[in-house]
């Protein structure tokens, strides 16, 4: 399958900014995405940024796409206890039947 | 609400034991996933379907095989379980085409 990378914990203040920070390597992902886990579920679909654009809002996330590169971060503002999951990135090279995700990365709040 | 459910959330089973877990979606997708979970690894494709009676292997389908006989239903078989597959099981479902996956709550299967 495919690398997409990412490290494996972050722990910030609660209100703190966080930036987790994701590499793949599919040129071709028309879409790149962000996934979040909370304790004892199953993963829930954050948010998503198509291949065409930079930067994507959404209320606290900002997600920052750099095609040269092929890094996608995803950045929460005002970090609060809720928002203590796993965050796993993924792409989708070829039409949304294969999704390849990375390691997940460990956000730990503290208050 | 839509919702992927898993049946069992916990199961113990012993090595040489047949295993099978089931999934059921309730939102009339096309595409069936099934994923394993394990500590830095992330998650690693098992087996998809987008179809009825339709399969195909993903990145670790070995020990594994998979049944989908109705488009809500898709269950994953361990043939004789081994103690490297303790794991957490996870299924997917999505509609063709889109790229959201709905998760079920997963199934931690633990083989002694």
């Known amino acids: 399958g495919e690398d997409v990378e990412q490290s494996l914990f972050l722990s910030v203040r609660e209100g703190d900014s966080s930036v987790i920070n994701c590499t793949y390597t599919?040129?071709?992902?028309?879409?790149l995405y962000w996934y979040k886990q909370e304790p004892g579920a199953g993963l829930q679909l954050l948010t998503y940024i198509f291949s065409n654009m930079d930067m994507k809002q959404d209320q606290r996330l900002t997600v920052l796409l750099n095609k040269k590169d092929k890094h996608l971060s995803l950045r929460i503002a005002d970090t609060q206890t809720g928002d203590s999951a796993i965050y796993f990135c993924?792409?989708?090279?070829?039409?949304?039947?294969?999704?390849?995700f990375g390691s997940g990365t460990k956000l730990n709040v503290k208050p | 609400d839509v919702k992927v459910t898993q049946s069992s959330r916990y199961l113990v089973k012993r090595t040489g034991e047949k295993v099978f877990l089931e999934c059921v979606q309730d939102?009339?997708?096309?595409?069936m996933f099934w994923y394993r979970q394990d500590p830095g690894l992330g998650l690693r494709l098992i087996y998809f379907s987008y179809d009825v009676k339709m399969k195909e292997k993903g990145d670790i389908p070995e020990g594994y095989s998979v049944s989908r006989e109705k488009k809500e239903r898709f269950s994953l078989i361990l043939e004789s379980a081994s103690t490297n597959q303790t794991s957490m099981y996870l299924c997917?479902?999505?509609?063709?085409?889109?790229?959201?996956?709905?998760f079920g709550e997963g199934s931690r299967l633990t083989v002694l």
């Open positions: 599919d040129s071709s992902s028309t879409y």
């Open positions: 993924a792409e989708s090279p070829d039409n949304f039947n294969k999704f390849y």
């Open positions: 997917a479902s999505s509609e063709l085409g889109t790229g959201e996956l709905f």
């Open positions: 939102m009339d997708h096309e595409n």
